[in-house]
């Protein structure tokens, strides 16, 4: 990633300067115990001092850099995988964990995992060539550059195993406890589910604990491997900013084993980002042409009506919207959620909107999770509203009037298409709103069978003149009685 670059120039400066102002202040401490003259001393004093502040500036810039590099690529790639979600048949669930948690994790994997190996591996290679490849140096930094952080990772993604089934009862213990308190009281059972969940919790401690140990011990051993160095090139008679400088070498690689840890926490979240910008776009079918006027989508349930609609939606995102089967209510007031559609909405443009779909609901109403406090009804009218206040150039309506009674709906219904001028496309179960349709589809099996007005569709023989015949039925038993 290029926008990095510049954070890892000032990282590879501020490691340097940081193992200039070691040297040089352990030189300085030492030639100051001898007692020569102050101007023997004067340039390794400016020295340490420009050296820390150099190394506090660069330190400074790299996280600045670091940082707007970071927040500006995650920005694009939130852009880019919601772009790719929109056209991508994946639940409301999966789309929320790739668009937020996964796309946040991907800092971590640049700022915490990417950053600092690039900046131990720049730094290193420096320190190789000024000592002209000691050896000592060479397998320092092999052990904490590629062995320690190996040993890292694979301790990590077997410790994240052992915790995801842990983990995974405590979220299930958390949600009985605060779903089912009530019952669980009434019962005598919370006891028991509480001393189910600490359990849970003992267990999680302590793999928690366990893990936290093989962590400490690769420390240990990368603290042990730093000064090992360190004495291998003491006994071999280096100089003293020799033996300083590949401690201080080193110490640039210590982080690099708890960058391999997070990096197998978040390389599964940066792999399925990945995954989403990489799936080749799938071609609209050629049933997704946008259409004009009155639209009817019938069909059995299963026969492909909703896909339908939800092709549409996808292939023409800023024109086609409405009520479709996977629309959401949000745990906010009815005006809340009917305000999605257009947060700048007057309360005037709320009122007709309301009116329009008969939504007898307070505007101030919470509505609860996934609009469990209202009714059928109620929540299908509520959706309604947001489509008709958000007025796009085509209106998509999957069964919006599903949850009321035959005769209310209907009314409902026509008052709608009464006062809306733009494309409606509707999937009913109910031919008679279908009527005075422009065009009706019929599907069958995924795939249109039949197609025209209602007058063509009921003087030929199919789907449509059947479902036409049965629902007329008990309009023509009560007509004779």
């Given at each position: 990633m ?47 001092r ?90 320092g930094?092999?052990?904490?550059v ?63 604990r ?68 990489s799936r080749p ?14 639209v ?19 292939a023409?995102?800023?024109l ?93 219904l ?11 496309v ?36 199919g ?19």
């Amino acid at each position: 990633m290029r926008r990095l670059v510049p954070a890892v120039v000032a990282g590879v400066a501020a490691e340097l300067a940081g193992i200039g102002l070691m040297t040089t202040a352990v030189w300085l401490i030492m030639r100051a115990a001898e007692q020569p003259p102050l101007s023997a001393l004067t340039v390794a004093i400016v020295a340490v001092r420009a050296l820390a502040v150099t190394r506090g500036g660069m330190r400074y810039v790299e996280r600045l850099a670091g940082h707007s590099a970071v927040l500006r690529h995650l920005a694009e790639v939130r852009g880019r995988v919601y772009d790719a979600l929109v056209r991508r048949p994946l639940n409301g669930g999966d789309a929320l964990t790739r668009l937020v948690s996964d796309v946040d994790s991907m800092q971590d994997a640049l700022l915490r995992c990417l950053l600092p190996g690039a900046v131990a591996v720049v730094v290193g290679v420096i320190a190789l060539v000024a000592t002209g490849f000691a050896w000592p140096l060479l397998v320092g930094l092999l052990v904490t550059v590629c062995v320690i952080p190996w040993a890292a990772h694979a301790l990590a993604v077997r410790h994240l195993r052992a915790l995801a089934p842990l983990r995974s009862a405590l979220a299930e213990q958390t949600v009985v406890l605060l779903d089912g308190a009530a019952e669980l009281t009434a019962f005598g059972a919370l006891e028991r589910e509480l001393a189910a969940t600490g359990q849970v919790v003992d267990s999680l401690a302590e793999r928690e604990r366990r893990g936290g140990l093989g962590a400490a011990a690769l420390a240990a051993v990368a603290v042990g491997v730093q000064f090992g160095v360190a004495l291998a090139f003491l006994l071999s008679g280096a100089p003293a900013h020799v033996v300083l400088g590949s401690v201080a070498v080193l110490e640039v690689a210590l982080p690099l084993a708890s960058a391999a840890q997070r990096w197998a926490e978040v390389h599964g979240s940066v792999r399925r980002v990945r995954e989403v910008l990489s799936r080749p776009e799938e071609a609209a079918p050629p049933e997704t042409e946008l259409p004009v006027g009155r639209v009817g989508v019938v069909g059995a349930s299963g026969a492909g009506k909703s896909t339908f609609l939800r092709q549409l939606a996808a292939a023409h995102p800023g024109l086609a919207k409405g009520v479709l089967d996977d629309a959401h209510v949000f745990h906010a007031t009815v005006e809340a959620n009917v305000r999605l559609a257009r947060p700048d909405a007057s309360q005037h443009d709320l009122d007709r909107v309301a009116a329009l779909v008969d939504l007898d609901v307070p505007w101030d109403t919470v509505v609860g999770e996934d609009g469990d406090s209202l009714s059928g009804g109620q929540r299908q009218r509520l959706l309604l509203a947001r489509a008709l206040l958000a007025d796009p150039e085509v209106l998509l309506l999957d069964e919006p009037v599903e949850g009321l009674t035959i005769d209310h709906g209907d009314a409902v219904l026509h008052k709608v298409l009464d006062h809306t001028t733009r494309t409606v496309v509707l999937v009913t179960h109910r031919l008679a709103p279908l009527v005075d349709f422009d065009h009706i589809l019929v599907f069958e099996d995924g795939r249109i069978t039949q197609q025209g007005t209602h007058a063509d569709l009921i003087d030929t023989p199919g789907y449509y003149r059947d479902r036409w015949s049965t629902e007329r039925l008990p309009v023509t038993a009560n007509s004779r009685r």
